[in-house]
């Protein structure tokens, strides 16, 4: 079992950037795969990136070259640098990690992009 706390969310400018951060209540030397999801009002909740613990990633076509996902194993944090923000990135963002073929979620951080 592992807990999730994520921050770093709040409003920003178009444009501007914002780095989001997970910290995990345990080694995350063993999570298999972690990831950011992001849910905006009114539409479901969709992946914005992956990382595997080789350091492999993948990004949703939407954040392709804007958004950067990093795991520290140091720190057992993962973040997320979110540059040349859109409106349309404005979401609650989740972080969630896979331990055991088991999903864990955090409670999520607000991301507000204004135009």
């Known amino acids: 079992q592992v807990q999730l706390v994520e921050s770093g969310g709040g409003l920003v400018q178009a444009g501007g950037s914002l780095r989001l951060s997970c910290a995990a209540s345990k080694s995350i030397f063993s999570i298999n795969t972690m990831a950011w999801y992001r849910q905006a009002l009114g539409k479901e909740r969709e992946l914005v990136a992956t990382?595997?613990?080789?350091?492999?990633?993948s990004y949703a076509e939407p954040v392709k070259g804007r958004f950067t996902i990093s795991r520290d194993i140091a720190k057992n944090t993962l973040y997320l640098q979110m540059n040349s923000l859109k409106p349309e990135d404005t979401a609650m963002y989740y972080c969630?990690?896979?331990?055991?073929?088991?999903?864990?979620w955090g409670q999520g951080t607000q991301v507000t992009v204004s135009s």
């Open positions: 990382i595997s613990s080789s350091m492999s990633t």
């Open positions: 969630a990690a896979q331990l055991l073929s088991r999903w864990y």
